[in-house]
C-alpha cells in the first residue's frame, strides 16, 4: 500500500508560482509511475502531467505545456509540479496519483490507470 501526502497550494495572483508536493509512504517510490491531475468546480477531473519511474519520460496537458513542470526524486520518495505563469482558469484541486509500471518508461495519462491517489491540495489563481 502506497501513502500518497500532497502539499503545497494556496492562493496566488495570476502570473505568479507555485509548487505542489506530493511524498510517498514505503521504500517502493521508484517503482511507480506519478502523475497530477486537476478537478475545477464544476467539471470532471482531468490530466495534467505525468513522469515515469526514473524521470526519463513525462506528459503535460495542452493546456499546461511550458507552464508547468513535473520532476521527482527518488531518493525523497517525492513528485513535484511547478506551476508558473498561472491563469485563473488554473484554479482546481490538484491531486498526484501513482501506478506499480514494471515498463521503466510508461508514464500513463488516463486516470483510470492509477492505483493511488493523494488528499488533493486547492490551487486558486486571481485575476
Known amino acids: 500500500q502506497v501513502q500518497l501526502i500532497q502539499s503545497g497550494g494556496g492562493l496566488v495572483q495570476a502570473g505568479g508560482s507555485l509548487r505542489l508536493s506530493c511524498a510517498a509512504s514505503?521504500?517502493?517510490?521508484?517503482?511507480?509511475?506519478m502523475g497530477w491531475f486537476r478537478q475545477a468546480p464544476g467539471k470532471e477531473r482531468e490530466f495534467v502531467a505525468a513522469?515515469?519511474?526514473?524521470?526519463?519520460?513525462?506528459y503535460y496537458a495542452d493546456a499546461v505545456k511550458g507552464r508547468f513542470t513535473i520532476s521527482r526524486d527518488n531518493a525523497k520518495n517525492t513528485v513535484y509540479l511547478q506551476l508558473n505563469s498561472l491563469k485563473p482558469e488554473d484554479t482546481a484541486i490538484y491531486y498526484c496519483?501513482?501506478?506499480?509500471?514494471?515498463?521503466?518508461?510508461?508514464?500513463?495519462?488516463?486516470?483510470?490507470?492509477?492505483?493511488?491517489w493523494g488528499q488533493g491540495t486547492q490551487v486558486t489563481v486571481s485575476s
Open positions: 513522469i515515469s519511474r526514473g524521470g526519463g519520460r513525462y
Open positions: 496519483a501513482a501506478v506499480s509500471c514494471s515498463d521503466y518508461m510508461c508514464a500513463p495519462r488516463e486516470e483510470m490507470r492509477y492505483e493511488h
Open positions: 514505503g521504500r517502493t517510490f521508484s517503482s511507480f509511475a
